[in-house]
């Protein structure tokens, strides 16, 4: 069974010169596992019970996380991306533009989105990836965040950007991390964005 999973997934017709009895295919192993298998997709198009606020903590005023279509702003330079990675949706800090560009952007401290339950296989490599953005003008500090972790029993930090002094537009970058020590467990992603310290303009998707 080993040999013919093998098999089928190698490439054929790329070996120089095959010996007798080979079965003439190149595997590429990667790390050396089987083929990645998807455990929890979510491109935001339809709504699969991501919970704001779900500690009931959060502090901003404006700029909540929401699941909707976003409205591009900017202010020199685009903040909040008008375009996602897919489809028409994503997850937002307020989705609308207002009047002005800091209409609707983070304020006044900490806004969170945490996923449904998602139930991990209890072995082989775990990985979070996904896409992701935080724009800010140059009145953010390195109090301001966006941070993405995993909790379960215990709690992996998969990405903490920090604010700062200076001019960072938005573009979609990708991310991931190894979550292999919540195999087994029942966790949720958390993702929490702060305009904190003193005002600034943030936003993030």
Not at 14 to 37: I, K
Not at 115 to 127: D, E, K, V, W, Y
Not at 132 to 139: C, E, F, P
């Amino acid at each position: 069974a080993v040999r013919d999973q093998r098999v089928n997934h190698a490439t054929t017709g790329v070996v120089t010169n095959p010996r007798t009895g080979s079965p003439n295919r190149l595997l590429l192993t990667g790390a050396g596992g089987p083929p990645a298998t998807t455990i929890y997709f979510d491109n935001f198009e339809t709504s699969t019970g991501w919970t704001t606020n779900p500690s009931g903590t959060d502090t901003a005023t404006t700029g909540q996380w929401q699941r909707g279509d976003p409205a591009q702003t900017s202010s020199g330079v685009v903040l909040q991306l008008g375009t996602t990675v897919s489809g028409v949706n994503d997850l937002v800090t307020g989705a609308s533009a207002g009047t002005g560009a800091g209409s609707f952007d983070v304020d006044g401290g900490v806004t969170s989105i945490r996923s449904p339950a998602i139930t991990l296989p209890s072995s082989g490599t775990l990985t979070l990836s996904f896409s992701w953005y935080l724009s800010h003008l140059n009145n953010a500090t390195s109090a301001d965040f966006f941070r993405v972790r995993v909790v379960g029993t215990t709690t992996t930090t998969v990405l903490n950007q920090l604010g700062s002094a200076t001019t960072r537009a938005g573009a979609w970058s990708t991310a991931s991390g190894n979550i292999s020590g919540h195999a087994g467990q029942s966790v949720r992603i958390l993702i929490d964005t702060a305009d904190a310290s003193t005002a600034s303009l943030i936003e993030a998707g």
